[in-house]
């Protein structure tokens, strides 16, 4: 099983700044199998990147992804008052298609 | 444009089994390939299955197994997820939602709003 650890476990930062979230694989990963969700306390997850850097439909442009191997980057360059929430990485390289425990980004 | 409706929250006795729905509308079933997640209260989210579009079969996560049925009525565009021998610890909000896969990445969008499944004596 490919096990997600997601780091740091909480960001607490201000609208305007960016954000920088890891999601790092316990074995090499294609990246067009790394995909990041969005999820707001009682909604379901939103996708965001999918194939590690591909924007999905929707998706402003401050949302960008990045990585290879055992390393994947979700940046969020200028923070939006609704971007705060929890993001979780999900790989479907290999089954079971784990999620990271997720990377909660919350107002300072 | 695809939407996914679940059905209503359930309220069980451990050992039970349960069964949620998901209604597709703006689709086909036949063009999704459904899968489940869930998530305890509080807690990240957790795969537990679905349809594997390369061979048409079903995966299920190996800690489901024996436990999870995942079946599909195509005639009314609903998938279902089946999860039996309940415990305490399956409380959760439990997700469908279908999934793709291109040359470019795999996802799982859209997503249906969730069921609250409670398992308590």
């Known amino acids: 099983e490919i096990v997600l650890t997601q780091s740091p476990g909480s960001l607490s930062l201000s609208p305007g700044d960016r954000a920088t979230l890891s999601c790092r694989a316990s074995?090499?990963?294609?990246?067009?199998?790394l995909t990041w969700y969005q999820q707001k306390p009682g909604q379901a997850p939103r996708l965001l990147i999918y194939g590690a850097s591909y924007r999905a439909t929707g998706i402003p442009d401050r949302f960008s992804g990045s990585g290879s191997g055992t390393d994947f980057t979700l940046t969020i360059s200028r923070l939006e008052p609704e971007d705060f929430a929890v993001y979780y990485c999900q790989q479907y390289g290999s089954s079971p298609w784990t999620f990271g425990q997720g990377t909660k980004v919350e107002i300072k | 444009q695809v939407q996914l409706v679940q059905s209503g929250a359930e309220v069980k006795k451990p050992g039970a089994s349960v069964k949620v729905s998901c209604k597709v509308s703006g689709y086909t079933l036949n063009e999704l390939s459904m899968h489940w997640v869930r998530q305890a209260p509080g807690k990240g989210v957790e795969w537990m299955g679905g349809?594997?579009?390369?061979?048409?079969?079903?995966i299920y996560a190996q800690k489901f197994q024996g436990r999870l049925t995942m079946t599909e009525d195509a005639s009314a565009d609903t998938a279902y997820m089946e999860l039996s021998g309940l415990r305490t610890e399956d409380t959760a909000v439990y997700y469908c939602?279908?999934?793709?896969?291109?040359?470019?990445?795999?996802?799982?969008?859209?997503w249906g709003q969730g069921t609250l499944v409670t398992v308590s004596s």
């Open positions: 074995q090499s990963l294609s990246s067009i199998y």
């Open positions: 939602g279908g999934f793709w896969s291109g040359y470019d990445g795999s996802w799982i969008d859209p």
């Open positions: 349809l594997d579009p390369e061979d048409g079969e079903i």
